[in-house]
């Protein structure tokens, strides 16, 4: 602390302002004791001559001349003052130290003229009768006959010198005094305040050091300076540190948005403290003006309150499926993990939405079930004919034909249906030998109809076409184009009511080629609309089976349209009929050809 600049310097200026302030301070002083010395001298000067003037004044009225001179002299050794009486004319009537009949007129004298004026006047000035440096008090004394008197009483200005400086010396010893009471002062001033900044200092420096490196502090010689340097040092890391803080909340805001599962942290209290837009949009969350309710209050779910609790008093994640009842209906995957440090715990809660999940493995549950369904009902009457016939009705000629008959329809449907799974499953692996080219409709529409119209004729159903006024071409395989319109057709037709009609059409829309067949059937309900492209969906099974769908057709559609980068849907009004259309990419035929 002793060689430290934030010591010395200050104590220096405060030095020179105690110096300063001491000066003024005995000048001050000294000035204003000085006044009250000359003030108090006048005043005894006053009281004096006042108290001279009556006897005085009485002996001038009673013509006793030689008496006043007499008098004048006798006090001026009594009182050590000079005494002079004046008459109004400015004669001297009487003098203490002087003939007064050698001396001039006084009434020009400053004392004299300002007696005259207020009643009493003063003044300092070189006496030129007596030589020497004088104070006078003078006072006007009014006669019996209206006219004035004046007595003066003077004093020798070297005794009040000495009153003066002894005066002096006293406002020097005081100066003296709290001067050095300051500089003790300062001094305990200045350590005291210097230390905790040197403290300070050296905790800034040890900070900047740890933070910045030492290499890359620069110390100066002057304290302030340093800190100032460290301090714009620091500043410049924190505004670093803050930009790259703000930069990698920019980048979890973004991971945090494009989450589709959703994510919340809550604390140790089980309050909310972050939801990301997947979570938001799952439980209607709105941040931050949720931000530090109870999550009971948001997510009014009791297994996910468990999970949370469960997570919260144990260190290894917990793990459950919720259903989230609503419309639609979701199903969630919860995985809740609890963060320890050394503050509090939180818990990062996640949420997988597993709904298609849950859906697909449903499908794949009915799917097994189906498949399971349908080869086991023709194996079951190929196994039940053959027995039949090896227990002897192989022998009965009426029967015998009958049975073989049914074996071979049952094979067949057997067969059918094997071959439509498989084209299904080449389909779905993209493992479909497609060639991709221009495919005239009109074309393969005039085929598929030829192919239909003895079915439809048989159940008195009547085929019409609607060719659009110019030719269209779709960019697909022609075999899987015919096979989506033999698919849609057969379905049309074995669905519809004798005398019904069946119509097929198509049309460019926003360069995409859709075609609809249309059947005045009996219709789909609303609630299997979004099913029927699934597979081994049927609307009415038993006269599904009974016409010898497999149900798998429209799957088909779905995942042959899909292939050639098109789409399928459906609409259906029930006891009117069924309308499928799908879309496929117009092909970019040569000019000579349009």
Not at 35 to 48: A, C, K, N, P
Not at 420 to 446: I, K, S, Y
Not at 538 to 565: C, M, N, P, W, Y
Request: glycine share 6%; aromatic share 4%; with cysteine.
């Amino acid at each position: 602390m002793w060689s430290s600049r934030l010591f010395w310097k200050p104590l220096v200026i405060c030095l020179a302002g105690i110096l300063v302030a001491e000066v003024v301070m005995g000048a001050v002083l000294t000035n204003w004791r000085t006044g009250q010395v000359r003030q108090s001298r006048l005043d005894r000067l006053r009281v004096s001559a006042q108290a001279i003037a009556g006897q005085l004044v009485r002996l001038v009225d009673d013509g006793e001349f030689q008496e006043l001179a007499d008098q004048v002299k006798r006090l001026d050794q009594e009182t050590g003052l000079r005494i002079t009486v004046i008459e109004q004319d400015g004669i001297v009537l009487a003098e203490s130290r002087y003939d007064p009949l050698e001396m001039e007129d006084h009434s020009n004298r400053l004392e004299i003229r300002l007696a005259r004026e207020i009643g009493t006047g003063s003044s300092s000035r070189t006496s030129l009768t007596l030589d020497r440096d004088m104070s006078y008090m003078a006072i006007r004394v009014p006669r019996a006959d209206g006219t004035s008197l004046f007595v003066r009483v003077g004093e020798n200005e070297h005794e009040i010198s000495a009153d003066l400086e002894s005066v002096t010396n006293e406002v020097h010893r005081i100066v003296f005094l709290v001067g050095l009471a300051a500089v003790g002062v300062s001094l305990v001033s200045a350590s005291f305040f210097s230390r905790p900044v040197l403290s300070l200092i050296e905790e800034a420096h040890s900070v900047a050091v740890s933070h910045l490196g030492r290499d890359a502090v620069v110390f100066e010689q002057n304290e302030l300076d340093s800190v100032r340097r460290v301090i714009r040092q620091l500043d410049e890391e924190l505004i670093r540190l803050g930009s790259q803080i703000q930069q990698e909340a920019k980048r979890l805001d973004v991971v945090l948005g494009g989450m589709d599962e959703g994510l919340i942290v809550v604390d140790a209290n089980e309050k909310l403290l972050l939801a990301n837009p997947a979570a938001c949009q799952m439980f209607d969350i709105e941040m931050p003006r949720d931000m530090g309710r109870p999550v009971w209050e948001l997510i009014r779910h009791r297994s996910v309150e468990r999970a949370i609790s469960k997570a919260m008093k144990r260190d290894r994640p917990h793990q459950r499926i919720v259903e989230l009842r609503g419309n639609p209906s979701k199903h969630l995957a919860v995985n809740a993990t609890r963060l320890q440090d050394e503050e509090s715990a939180l818990v990062i809660v996640m949420f997988h939405d597993i709904t298609d999940l849950h859906r697909l493995e449903n499908v794949r549950r009915e799917f097994v079930a189906n498949v399971s369904h349908e080869l086991k009902t023709p194996l079951a009457s190929i196994q039940g004919f053959t027995e039949s016939l090896l227990q002897g009705a192989m022998e009965d000629s009426e029967y015998n034909r009958e049975f073989l008959q049914r074996i071979l329809e049952q094979a067949d449907r057997l067969n059918l249906l094997i071959q439509d799974m498989l084209a299904l499953a080449r389909v779905e692996a993209g493992e479909h030998p497609f060639d991709d080219t221009a495919v005239d409709v009109q074309q393969v529409v005039n085929g598929c109809l030829a192919v239909q119209q003895a079915s439809a004729e048989s159940r008195q159903i009547e085929l019409l076409n609607a060719p659009p006024q110019s030719p269209l071409s779709v960019q697909a395989d022609e075999e899987g184009v015919r096979q989506i319109l033999d698919n849609l057709l057969d379905n049309a037709i074995k669905y519809s009511d004798p005398g019904g009609r069946v119509e097929v059409g198509w049309e460019l829309r926003e360069e995409m080629v859709q075609l609809w067949v249309s059947d005045q059937g009996r219709g789909i309900p609303a609630e299997s609309l979004d099913r029927v492209f699934e597979r081994f969906y049927r609307v009415d099974k038993a006269r599904s089976r009974e016409l010898g769908g497999t149900g798998l057709g429209l799957a088909i559609v779905k995942h042959l349209a899909q292939a050639f980068e098109g789409d399928v849907w459906l609409t259906s009004t029930l006891g009117e009929g069924t309308t499928v259309c799908v879309s496929l990419p117009q092909a970019n035929l040569p000019m000579d050809v349009i």
